[in-house]
């Protein structure tokens, strides 16, 4: 077998005994169930691992990733994990981490064709028509990069917000908490964007769902 297969084995097996050492009941514990107070969407970018970046533990991150970490609403795994998150392990806040340098949402910045991937790209294409003036204004393509990464996380947020799953939570329990991360590859550090929601009170109209009579 190839030499980097085989190391991932012997990497499982020295975990192991680490977690073993730390507390000798540590799987026990893991295999009586899942409580995570926190459901991560992020990018599937091999540069972005939610549980080290933020120094979190097996069992405290319930995670879904896709390309450029996207909130499509006619995508079945992302709503379903939503779903479960939210309505049977309750978690207490939702992150979408976006991170500066993500391939998609460069690729949603130029017109080369890549395949399939380009039906993806379409969404994250939709952010660039929405906050266009803006991002048109920045000169510098670098820093127009980097904001597109910003907005697009942001929009995701809008998009979680206004799923019906989110809105009857927080009509049951006011929780969710959503909040906008950038994490840069360059430096190790998450970029907080100041975009918590924690109800729908400023949603525009037609985005407030009434309950389910």
């Not at 730390?22 to 009586?32: I, T, V």
């Not at 393509?141 to 929009?155: G, S």
């Not at 947020?157 to 959503?178: F, M, V, Y």
Request: aromatic fraction near 10%.
């Amino acid at each position: 077998m190839p030499d980097f297969y085989q190391q991932l084995i012997l990497n499982n097996r020295k975990w192991v005994e680490t977690k073993l050492q730390e507390d000798s009941d540590f799987f026990n514990k893991l295999a009586s169930g899942q409580k995570p107070p926190l459901f991560w969407i992020g990018c599937a970018d091999s540069r972005v691992p939610a549980n080290e970046i933020t120094g979190t533990q097996a069992g405290e991150v319930f995670v879904h990733r896709n390309i450029a970490n996207m909130v499509v609403h006619s995508d079945m795994n992302m709503l379903s994990t939503l779903d479960y998150a939210v309505n049977v392990l309750k978690v207490q806040h939702v992150i979408v981490c976006g991170h500066y340098g993500c391939g998609g949402v460069e690729a949603a910045m130029g017109n080369q064709q890549f395949g399939l991937i380009d039906n993806w790209v379409l969404h994250i294409k939709d952010v660039y028509r929405i906050h266009h003036l803006e991002l048109d204004a920045i000169t510098n393509r670098t820093e127009r990069f980097k904001r597109f990464v910003e907005l697009n996380v942001i929009e995701q947020i809008n998009g979680l917000a206004h799923t019906s799953i989110i809105q009857n939570s927080w009509k049951e329990r006011q929780r969710p908490h959503l909040h906008g991360w950038a994490y840069d590859i360059h430096n190790g550090l998450i970029n907080d964007l100041g975009v918590t929601v924690s109800d729908n009170s400023n949603f525009r109209s037609v985005y407030k769902l009434d309950p389910i009579d």
